[in-house]
Structure formats: C-alpha cells, structure tokens
C-alpha cells in the first residue's frame, strides 16, 4: 500500500493527519495522491458546490502594505478607488447574482477595518439585500471586533470573510502593517458573535510546503469551514509584479493535501482562477468543492454562467455547504 492510499484510509476512518505525514504527502506522486482527494471529497462532501459571488464594496487606497494587493495605497498600480458603495449598487448586483443561481453572495471592502459609521452603512445594505434577495450574504470588513461582527450578524450577514494569508512564519515577509495575531484575533472575535468564518490563504507568496500545511493547520485549529485557495496573480506595481506564478499542477497538488488535512470543509477556488487555461477544472477533480466566481476584485474572473456549466457537467450540484 502507498502512502497515498493508506492515509487516504486513515483520513476515511475519521483520522486526522499529523504534520509529519502532511509533508510526506506533499511529495506523493501527483495523480494518485489528486484521485485519492476527490474520494475523500466525496465521501464527506458529496457533490454539492458552494458557489459565492463577490463585490467590491470600497476601492483602494488601503493603509496596509501587503505585497500581493493592488489596492495598497503603498504601491502604483493604477486601481480604481472609490468610496463605499450605495445601498442600491449593492442590493441590485445582489439581485443580479441571484437570478442567475448563485446562493452566497460578498461584499469586500479595502482598508484596516471599516469604522463604526461604515459598519452602520453595511448593516442597512446587508439588511436591504435581506427583505429583497434570497440570498446569504458574507462580509469581508477587515479587522472588526466582536460588537461589530455582532452588529453585522443582527443584520443578517451570515459568513465573515478574513484570510490568514499564508503561515505564521511567512506572514511578516507580506505585510508589516498587521500581524498574523490580529488575523486570529479578527476570526476569533467573529466566531464569539456568532458568524461562520470563510479563511485561507495566497499561494505562490515565497511559501514552502511547510509554510502551505503550517496554514491549513491553523484553519483545522479555529474550526474554519470554508478555505479559500487563491492564487498568487502578479499584479505590476506591487512587490510581486515579476513573481513566477504557480503552475495549474502545483495548485492541484495544493488542494489535494488540504482536502487529505481538512477533510470535510469547503475548499473553494479563489483568486488566480484566471489564470487557469482549464479553469479550474483539475482541482475540482482534486478535492475542491466552492468556487468564487464572476470577476474578482481587481481582477477579471469566469463568468457565473460558463462555471455553471462546468460544474454542472462535472456532476457538482450548487448547494449552501458547511453553514
């Protein structure tokens, strides 16, 4: 028996995988080690996909310098900026993803942490979106704390956005202006009010291996139910414009470990899809199982129809997963 197949069985019988064997999978042969991940998904999964949409809901000019983001306002990238979007704005692109199936929509601001009066502004259009759109709604706010989450929760937001990014190790090479403990201290705060939390991470950031199980660790640690794997889309004028991007097969290996080291989640397609010839399609044969689709932030993505199709032809049913 490989490796591959007898910690497939372990994680089967409801075995959680230690570091030490986490490693050595990492560097298992990749097309067993990816079919021995999507039997895991679809023995704690089945075939539901969790679809989420995303808007922008504030642009630019950020005061944090993490070295991946066109809308740090440390670097020239060129982003749109603007102020926080309209009750309106947000509710009908709501209303647009909704009629076109999508189950789970986002709003994303830049910055810190929106203040108090902004956090107000959110909560009516969270509430706005609620009495008119069947759908749920995540928040991605930046460092809130828990009245805050507990604000936005009253107001019918369901999910907290906030990715760790990358490992403890590796977060201070990124960003300087917050800490990997303000991170914890964020998704904490956010699970204290109640508030299921989406987290993850960039892959492609100058992380090891090591770096890439020490993160999804950390998520298995907080009890995290939906993991974003983004990838590293180098974007000019930030500190990683001449980064290599990674390889389709990297990511596949990515999501393939993460499904063995975090067996029933939602390990979702994020960021860096774009950039995929198939789409994605190898890592939903590799343990994946939510997507992030439509444009993204700053970025342009597939649109929510062609990913309806997709999916639908690889036997994925969009459902609500791991509410």
Request: aromatic share 6%; hydrophobic share 35%; proline share 3%.
């Amino acid at each position: 028996m490989t490796l591959t197949e007898r910690l497939k069985e372990k994680v089967m019988a409801g075995g959680e995988l230690t570091r030490k064997e986490a490693l050595e999978l990492y560097g298992e042969p990749l097309e067993p080690l990816c079919a021995a991940a999507d039997e895991i998904r679809r023995r704690f999964c089945g075939n539901g996909v969790d679809i989420c949409t995303i808007i922008n809901g504030k642009s630019g000019r950020c005061t944090e310098d993490c070295k991946y983001c066109a809308q740090s306002a440390h670097y020239h990238t060129g982003v749109e900026t603007y102020p926080l979007l309209d009750t309106e704005e947000i509710v009908r692109q709501a209303e647009y993803n909704a009629q076109r199936g999508v189950l789970r929509y986002s709003i994303v601001t830049s910055g810190r942490a929106l203040n108090d009066g902004e956090v107000d502004k959110m909560c009516d259009a969270v509430r706005a979106i609620r009495q008119r759109v069947n759908i749920q709604v995540c928040v991605s706010f930046g460092l809130l704390n828990e009245d805050q989450y507990r604000r936005l929760r009253e107001a019918g937001v369901s999910r907290v956005h906030n990715n760790l990014e990358t490992s403890r190790r590796n977060f201070p090479n990124i960003c300087t202006t917050h800490s990997f403990d303000d991170k914890l201290a964020a998704i904490r705060a956010a699970q204290r009010a109640g508030l299921n939390v989406c987290s993850g991470g960039i892959m492609g950031l100058g992380e090891t291996p090591e770096d890439r199980v020490d993160m999804a660790l950390t998520l298995r640690e907080l009890g995290v139910r939906s993991v974003p794997v983004n990838m590293l889309n180098p974007i000019p004028g930030t500190p990683y414009a001449d980064d290599a991007r990674l390889s389709e097969d990297d990511m596949r290996r990515i999501v393939a470990v993460y499904r063995f080291l975090l067996p029933g989640v939602s390990i979702r397609l994020a960021g860096g899809r774009g950039l995929m010839k198939d789409k994605g399609e190898g890592c939903f044969h590799s343990g994946a199982n939510a997507v992030i689709s439509g444009d993204m932030l700053t970025t342009s993505g597939y649109t929510i129809e062609s990913d309806m199709d997709m999916l639908g032809r690889l036997g994925y049913i969009p459902e609500l997963c791991n509410e």
